[in-house]
């Protein structure tokens, strides 16, 4: 059987963690430069506000109802989220993190509730989190239990005979691995529910959606059908991304915003073992104004997968130089890696440069301070003058978790 834990409303539980007073209150998160709402309470919920709506179109209600707002925090956010999967890590040993508040694991039979939930009261009480488990035949089918989970006791298994009782039930939009464009080609077929989706046939999914419309069949069918991890990490990708306070119109600036997102896609492709063979970068203006139609990426195929932050560094630089125009004034800027490989796969090169050994070493050591004492305690110099360009952040909560300075005080009266 496949598990799948998930935080609940993960950005808003790390908050109201050094926050207990905003428990059973509105709270919501907030985008780059304040400007989205990318993550709500129940609460905020219930009051009708969409996720993504920009802030301003619900400021007056946010004011009505006292919703307590905050900046986004990733610093914090993914320090939590280490902390939670290592407590899941402890209960299953391997496991496979899909995302920053979500990981699949496999669970032996015959399936115990009770022990699940035993194990859910475990790691809320090693990390204040509130987690969800949806235990289920397949993926896809976990993700659906999941969701009821959510909204129930907090575990929920869902065996293959009331799956198919709840099909008919279940929208096709609902579904994991179902995007809008495919949601909407289904309904012109005439398939708005898992039922329908079933009925239609496995030739017909094929034929219709190729191999993925064939996984699909197979996982709500009961047969497991997604890509294995070392595929998701080959076929996948690693973004790091942000909009600019302010337009930035010198180089220096942008050097030093991609030397942050550079150095922040080192420390994950390293943290899984894996390296990158593609290297974008993507500097643009703003989409509305004179320069909405600059060319604003650029990309290169290394010569050799790595995940060695210097020479990302000197290929993203490199590809800056090729973009980068005076008098254009940029609004966002960031990298993306992919031609994910994991390391055991990545062959030596007859005239690769001497001391990889030693690099290796090197990052090992920046890493390892990076984890005890804080995000960028080690980093490089390019990135020094990173409060230039950085977003607006006028609402974000101190990094409790990573720098002795924002440690909680508490005062007994």
Known sequence: MIGLMDCNNFFVSCERLFRPD???????VLSSNDGCIVARSQEVKDLGVPMGIPLFEVK???????????????????????????????????????SIDEA????????CVDAIMDIRSRIMQKTGIPVSFGIADTKTIAKVANGEAKRGTGVVRIDLNEFKRIAPSISCGSVWGIGRETTLKLSALN??????LRSAGL?????????????????????????????DSIHGSISSTRSFAHAVHDKAMLQSALGYHVTHIGEKLRERCVTASVLSIMCTPSRYGAYALRKGNAHIELDCPTNDTG?????????LDRLYEVGVPYKK????????????????????????????????????INNRFGRNTVRPGVTLNQGDWQENKRLKSPEYTTRWAHLARVKAI
């Open 333 to 368: 800027a960031g990298i993306t890696v992919s031609g994910i490989i994991p390391e055991a796969f990545v062959s030596g090169r007859l005239f690769n440069s001497p001391g990889g050994e030693k690099q290796e070493e090197m990052y090992q050591t920046i890493d390892s």
């Open 191 to 196: 398939i708005n529910t898992v039922a329908d």
């Open 311 to 319: 020479k990302l560094l000197k290929e993203a630089f490199i590809l």
């Open 104 to 111: 699949f694991f496999e669970v032996a039979e015959p399936v």
């Open 22 to 28: 905003l428990r059973q209150r509105p709270v919501a």
């Open 60 to 98: 007056e209600l946010c004011e009505k109802h006292n919703v307590t707002l905050f900046s986004s925090n990733f610093t914090l956010y993914r320090d939590i989220s280490r902390r939670v999967m290592r407590a899941l890590r402890d209960e299953y040993g391997s496991i496979s993190i899909y």
């Open 203 to 231: 030739g017909f999914m094929r034929h219709q959606f190729g191999v993925q419309g064939e996984r699909l069949f197979f996982e709500l069918s009961g047969i497991p059908a997604s890509p294995g991890d070392v595929e």
